[in-house]
């Protein structure tokens, strides 16, 4: 699109204030940042560095607005010259054609336009055309002058030509194009030919503005260099000022300021001149003679705090050692306290497992010898089928090992040393669980079992670990009622805390019964202790198990979650805890 000036001062002056606040405006959009790292970078200058970038962009400022409006006002200046020129050659044409045949007059016409290209230097071409009585069709060429051939031949300038004609014949005045004036160096001017207030014709004509162009660019060139060297010299002089009247006085007073940090006390600010600098320096002065008696009356302070410090610490030393001696024999006395009541509370819980084994002796016993008596007389038989004869043998057994258990919870309390012997775990544990199959059918459980035979045979009471195999494995049967899974699984084991040369195995019982809080996580190998119903259990098994294992030297550890299931680990050492 076409930039076109109409050359009315008014409007000259509308189209500069409009470019000075649209470039006030495109400013406005795009502040800087000065809270980023364009603060920190400017905080770390120094105050002369500061001033100087002030000075700089200051002077540079004003040498850019200066140079902005400089080069506005010449080019304007410029502008009124081509267009005085332009307008004159359209003026001229349209005086002299004062009928259709004159316009029409080619010779005439062509010497006239002759003149006017011989007596302007600037004009590079000049044309006359013709409008015919349709409006839409294009203007006809009457004659030219320069080399017109050029724009006779190239479509897009033809086309430009013809359109600037156009609108002179539509708004009836004369019009100017600058708009390829910086990349051509030239300015396209249309001035309408009116007869009886008509528009029949229209001159159209280039000027070339290269020698007033690079006139322009020489001028402006050499007020830049001035001005470059104006502002030099401003910016060398203000910081030659700042120097000698700012920056040294400033740096002698950081040096006695950074001394005076350091303890030295002697530093004193000579005083140069009497402005502010001077004064500051004067009142820093009257500072560190102030700090250095100060100081000296607060040293007399503190040596005397000082000794009376040194006389309180030794009391307090004195009684420091007074009340951690009371502490130390307190807490002996305390520590055999406790002692004595674990002691009480476990005699107190030995005591009654002993009563209730007493009773459970007496009265179980007898019915127990009368049962065997009668399983021996009824093995006798000599009709009994071989399958019947060996149920016969396996009730006989669970009898004598229910006649042991009794037994055992007389020697509960007495802790009865195991008597080892090499056994083999995974045949161990596989005999206890072949005794509750018919269970986990009846239950719907079902048993996964892990053997392992990387394990060596164990040091261990064979019938100690069956009792507590058999309490764990009924503990998994009494927390999965409904049904469930239980796992059994035999592995090497790697105790921490343990010598490497001494092997351990594992035993692991993990089920998906109801699980255990962490209330009851606490209590569970605590004797009488039990979470089953009434009837059910007497609170002796775990705590059974526990001390039976750990006579063996290992361990039992318990992970238990409500709803999810217990995993109960019997950590073993291969040599069954002899010593």
Known sequence: MSHVADWLPEQETTCLAADILSRISIEQENPRDYHGS???????LSLQIKVTLIVIFI???????TDWLEARSIQLIVEDNVRAAA????YSVDQNVTSRAQLSNREARTKELEKIFANLPDLLNIVMYEFPAERGDNPIPITSAGPTELLLLSQPRQERAFDLIKRV????RPLIDYADR?????????????????????TYAEFSTR?????LESILQASRTRRLQTGLAIVVAINLFLYFKVHRPVKRLLTAVESVSQGTMTSVVPVEEQDELGELAGTFNDMVRKIREATQD??????????MNDGLQQKVIEATTEVLEKNRALAQTNELLSAAQRDAARAQRLSAIGQVAATVAHKIGTPLTALSGHIQLLAEDQTLSTESRRRLQTVEAQIERTSKIIQDLLLYARRPDPVRSPIDLNACVAECLALFQPEFDRQKITLETEWSQQIEKVEADSQQLHEVFHSLIENALDAMPDGGTLVVRVSPHVALGQPAHRPWVAVELIDTGCGMSAAQLVQIFQPFFTTKRAGRGTGLGLASALETVRAHGGDIKVESELQTGSRFTIELPADGGAR
């Open 87 to 90: 307008l004159a050659v359209g």
């Open 211 to 215: 020698q007033m162009d690079e006139a």
């Open 169 to 172: 014949r539509e708004e009836q």
């Open 38 to 44: 364009m603060m920190n970078w400017w905080h770390r």
């Open 182 to 202: 910086k990349n051509t160096h030239r300015v396209f001017l249309a001035a309408p030919i009116v007869l009886k207030d008509v528009v029949v014709g229209a």
């Open 298 to 307: 607060n040293a007399q302070l503190t040596e005397s705090l000082r000794e």
């Open 59 to 65: 002077v540079g400022v004003s040498a850019g607005a």
